[in-house]
């Protein structure tokens, strides 16, 4: 049985719980990111072909409010101002918190590489988590701040220059990423149960495009669905910070905006490594 | 022998009896030394029908041999794509109305690019994987078989959990048909599925093109993507929406307004029908034949100056 959450040995060696060695110390997980940091700036042309495709709809989604708004002033709180910056913030995030499509830790179950992994003397979910705060980093310089700019370059989008809320604002992206890894990790651990994880990635993927705000905002939803939509973690994936940049949650609204990301990354990390755990008891290697 | 391949069910594998053991010579190269007519309709294509079907029975097998991801994967897929147009109703909940479109002749127009993307998805996704295909260097193989280069690739991702776009644009076009009854004619009722096959096509010659830029550079797939499901997403509204560039660009480069925006225009008998010309309508399926035979004759040139990754 394993008892420390810090380092779960593989299956075939008998002794578990905390290794002989003090552990990884933190230097080993800031390097890690860096190191993914690093491998990410090797696909420019990639990033290049994504940018245009988020300016591409982010043009799209911009003239469908227009359309919309077409002589209304406010809908549901929102002006066609709020609205129309909430859809390029939002194309801004899809990258940093990885939307979409992320099955690396899948992948090495499949290969059976993960065993290698979880023999390494370091805890294997602040592993993957540090790789992906590397990456969010990149896709934050690389790929955030130009989509920002073709908004405002097209659409004249201009976003607040308060330094107070942007600050709150950088902080809620990071919980999201922290919240959108937590449902990837997830998912991915699944790997070690399904034969094919596709089912439960593509869930994700769906529930992450229409719950995070992105393909309507929650704003629009009638009341009762957005009550329950707003309890959700996919809600602080991508509405959540935009409601902090936006200026639309504030003082006592936005601490509880925060904390409520918080507790849901908190969560997922839990429950995370508990399936970690449980799938090392019972680990079913795929490959070789 | 050569009936056995045609008309009613597969004839069963035999060393013999196949369509390729007849060989179909020159099958790569379908321009430069035959008669112009045989850019339109190779041989290859009549002979390489049989093994398509082949292929995509033997496909379509192997995805239900695992019959509960298959089915899991579909359903996943169908709410999925059910959330798109959930996203729209509850968008149409807070404004009304869309320049004066409703939801019902919006879901219309979601509906029909919808089910022309998912049928031409299901079919020519071959061509949409195709950068995998080189990078593996798999097209190598593919090239030394004695049987359609086209057909091949055509048939080499056919996924019959693309049925879950189909039924969404279905179920999309039934709800908007509901809300706004159409004035149907003959004409009407005919053109349905000339604009179907028009859709269809138009986007498979836009997946074939996206394959033939791999035979030079693998990156901007992405690009095709943007046209493809951008496009799509594009046609689900009315196109007076968009910025006149954009407005152009897909009406006269990449014809994507044909396949939901100026058929419904059609079919619904709008206003903005009487600003374009009366024989507009046929421009659908003129325009699928003009980017078919394009693509066919770019995807020639690609094959024959292909060189592989090397080894």
């Not at chain 2, 048939?155 to 159409?182: K, Y």
């Amino acid at each position: 049985m394993c008892y420390s959450l810090r380092f779960c040995s593989p299956v075939g060696i008998p002794s578990c719980g905390p290794r002989p060695s003090p552990g990884a110390p933190l230097s080993l997980y800031f390097e890690v990111a860096k190191r993914a940091f690093a491998r990410h700036t090797t696909y420019r042309a990639a990033n290049l072909a994504g940018l245009a495709t988020n300016s591409f709809f982010g043009a799209l989604r911009t003239y469908l409010f227009i359309g919309l708004y077409a002589g209304s002033g406010v809908v549901a709180g929102w002006s066609l101002d709020d609205a129309v910056t909430f859809v390029w913030v939002a194309q801004a995030l899809i990258m940093p918190v990885y939307l979409w499509g992320w099955f690396e830790i899948a992948e090495t179950i499949r290969s059976g590489d993960v065993v290698s992994d979880l023999s390494k003397p370091f805890d294997y979910y602040t592993f993957w988590l540090a790789q992906d705060a590397g990456r969010a980093v990149y896709h934050a310089i690389f790929r955030s701040i130009p989509t920002l700019a073709a908004g405002a370059v097209l659409f004249a989008v201009r976003l607040p220059a308060d330094p107070g809320r942007w600050l709150a604002f950088l902080l809620s992206v990071a919980l999201a990423v922290w919240i959108s890894f937590g449902l990837r990790f997830i998912v991915n651990i699944s790997a070690f149960w399904l034969l094919d994880y596709r089912g439960p990635g593509f869930a994700l993927m769906f529930a992450n495009s229409f719950f995070s705000g992105l393909l309507v905002p929650l704003v629009y939803w009638p009341e009762s669905a957005r009550q329950i939509a707003g309890w959700l973690p996919f809600a602080g994936i991508i509405q959540a910070p935009a409601d902090v940049i936006l200026g639309k949650a504030a003082g006592l609204d936005m601490a509880g905006l925060l904390l409520f990301q918080a507790l849901w990354g908190v969560g997922l990390m839990l429950a995370g490594r508990a399936l970690l755990g449980a799938a090392v008891r019972k680990v079913v290697v795929q490959g070789g | 022998m050569r009936d056995a391949g045609r008309g009613g069910s597969p004839s069963p594998p035999g060393p013999l009896s196949q369509p390729w053991e007849r060989g179909s010579p020159g099958s790569s190269d379908p321009g430069s030394s035959r008669p112009a007519a045989r850019i339109l309709w190779p041989d290859s294509l009549t002979a390489d029908f049989a093994l398509y079907r082949h292929f995509i029975a033997a496909r379509i097998r192997a995805q239900m041999q695992y019959r509960g991801s298959f089915i899991v994967m579909t359903v996943i897929t169908g709410l999925g794509l059910a959330t798109e147009f959930i996203a729209i109703l509850i968008l149409f909940s807070q404004f009304g109305d869309l320049v004066g479109w409703s939801v019902g002749e919006v879901a219309l127009l979601y509906g029909l690019a919808s089910v022309s993307f998912g049928l031409a998805e299901m079919v020519g996704a071959g061509f949409d994987i195709f950068p995998n295909t080189i990078r593996r260097g798999e097209l190598d193989q593919v090239l030394l078989r004695p049987a359609g280069v086209f057909t091949q690739v055509l048939a080499s991702d056919f996924q019959l959990r693309r049925l879950a776009r189909i039924g969404q644009g279905v179920a999309a076009l039934a709800f908007g048909l509901s809300r706004t009854p159409v004035d149907w004619t003959l004409g009407k009722g005919l053109y349905v599925p000339v604009m179907l096959a028009s859709g269809v096509t138009m986007y498979v010659a836009m997946f074939v093109f996206g394959a033939v830029i791999c035979f030079w550079t693998v990156q901007s797939i992405e690009l095709i993507n943007i046209l493809t499901n951008g496009g799509t997403e594009l046609a689900s509204y009315p196109l007076p929406i968009f910025h006149v560039a954009m407005q152009r660009f897909f009406t006269f480069v990449i014809p994507l307004a044909f396949v939901s925006y100026f058929p419904a225009l059609y079919l619904l008998d709008r206003p903005e029908a009487g600003d374009w010309p009366g024989w507009m309508p046929l421009v659908s399926p003129l325009a699928a034949l003009v980017l078919a035979l394009a693509a066919r004759v770019a995807w020639g040139f690609g094959v024959r100056h292909y060189r592989s990754t090397g080894s």
